[in-house]
């Protein structure tokens, strides 16, 4: 009986032990579910997940519009990325809890996107490469020389690591293209 006993509970933490161990994949990003308000009826937003990912894909006739997020069902992804396909990227907000995130870019021939800044509770401030809410904007491309503005491709912005922690539920991102319609 004492054998049985030991087996039964030697078998219950093995099986406690594997249960701790698959934890992680229940919070899995591809789970997140949202519910999106694009402000334009023509815009397009789409959100992927890849390789641990969460793409929004922005696609906007206009260029000027904004999409409200309101997660529906599982955690906030770890890495969000956001796809405009815009000729020119003017401006970019990412607006979450009390902080916005403004970050513009130039419209000339060179691709520079060092202008960012935050608003927290409506204080201003400069926003440096690699500190915590730094956006990193880059062009996709196979166009050569990626000039603006762009005749095919597109602005990838990754959301900072801070945004995760201190978004909640809910986050809208704004756009404005250089050529907008």
């Known amino acids: 009986m004492k054998s049985k006993n030991t087996i039964l509970a030697l078998f219950t933490s093995v099986l406690f032990l594997a249960a701790c161990t698959l934890q992680p994949e229940l919070l899995d990003d591809s789970t997140s579910e949202f ?8 815009d ?10 969460t793409m929004i894909e922005v696609d906007s006739p206009n260029g000027i519009g904004s999409a409200q997020f309101e997660l529906v069902s599982g955690a906030l992804p770890q890495k969000m990325v956001a796809r405009l396909n815009l000729k020119g990227l003017e401006e970019f907000r990412l607006l979450y809890a009390d902080t916005i995130i403004v970050a513009s870019a130039s ?4 691709f520079n996107s060092s202008n960012q800044k935050v608003l927290i509770s409506g204080i ?35 959301f900072p690591p801070e945004f995760t922690e201190k978004a909640g539920s809910s986050f809208e991102i704004q756009w404005v293209d250089f050529f907008r319609e």
Do not use: A, H
């Open 35 to 42: 519910s999106v308000t694009s402000s334009k009826p023509g």
């Open 44 to 53: 397009t937003i789409t959100i992927t997940s890849e390789e641990g990912i």
């Open 107 to 110: 419209s000339g021939s060179v």
């Open 124 to 158: 201003e401030q400069p926003i440096l490469p690699g500190q915590p809410l730094w956006m990193e904007i880059r062009i996709v491309s196979d166009q050569t020389p990626q000039n603006i503005p762009l005749e095919q491709g597109y602005f990838e912005i990754t």
